[in-house]
T-cell receptor, first 113, second 112 residues
Framework: NAGVTQTPKFRILKIGQSMTLQCTQDMNHNYMYWYRQDPGMGLKLIYYSVGAGITDKGEVPNGYNVSRSTTEDFPLRLELAAPSQTSVYFC????????????FGSGTRLTVV | ELKVEQNPLFLSMQEGKNYTIYCNYSTTSDRLYWYRQDPGKSLESLFV?????AVKQEGRLMASLDTKARLSTLHITAAVHDLSATYFCAVANTGTASKLTFGTGTRLQVTL
């Protein structure tokens, strides 16, 4: 049982480049989330989705886009990368209710130079 | 807007000692979660607290929730080096989607 899988694990981007961070879950969870974690800080919500075809902005959505065409996949797109997007990105999923909290992926460490 | 504050932000303690980490939040919620993060790793779920007065224990860690005071505590008993990590509390926002707002974390260092 893989849980939440994120790729790549590490990436260095040049300013202005674009990339997609992949996130896949095999638990049939409807709810999926993207967070970023800056050094020594907590996690901030970028985007979330409550099901296929439904997405919404979180606390820090600027510079990012998402799509949710299937229950399993929730990719995060960075357009025109900026140094301020240097961070660790975590994807998470949850069941339809509070009992279990989130299952997190292993994270993607992104550096923009 | 829900805000979550943890204190202390950094805690250095000796093995065998007891200590408590505090998590305060600003608006009504009855769902609170504690996570552990080792350096360079992902977040691991520790406790799920779903009602006022809830108490959960696992080994040397015990978490409690007081929804009236908007306060959760994570108590460490007789700390050991293996507990060294960063601990986050997260509070569920009201409404749909089970969105969590995270505290800034408490970095715990247990020394011999």
């Amino acid at each position: 049982n893989a849980g939440v899988t994120q790729t790549p694990k590490f990436r260095i981007l040049k300013i202005g480049q674009s990339m997609t961070l992949q996130c896949t879950q095999d638990m049939n969870h409807n709810y999926m989330y993207w967070y970023r974690q800056d050094p020594g800080m907590g996690l901030k919500l970028i985007y979330y989705s409550v099901g296929a075809g439904i997405t919404d902005k979180g606390e820090v959505p600027n510079g990012y886009n998402v799509s949710r065409s299937t229950t399993e996949d929730f990719p995060l797109r960075l357009e025109l990368a900026a140094p301020s997007q240097t961070s660790v990105y975590f994807c998470a999923s949850s069941q339809d209710g509070p009992t279990y909290g989130y299952t997190f992926g292993s994270g993607t460490r992104l550096t923009v130079v | 807007e829900l805000k979550v504050e943890q204190n202390p932000l950094f805690l250095s303690m000796q093995e065998g000692k007891n200590y408590t980490i505090y998590c305060n939040y600003s608006t009504t919620s009855d769902r609170l979660y504690w996570y552990r993060q080792d350096p360079g790793k992902s977040l691991e779920s520790l406790f799920v607290l779903l009602s006022n007065g809830a108490v959960k224990q696992e080994g040397r860690l015990m978490a409690s929730l007081d929804t009236k005071a908007r306060l959760s505590t994570l108590h460490i008993t007789a700390a050991v080096h293996d507990l060294s990590a960063t601990y986050f509390c997260a509070v569920a926002n009201t409404g749909t989607a089970s969105k969590l707002t995270f505290g800034t974390g408490t970095r715990l260092q247990v020394t011999l």
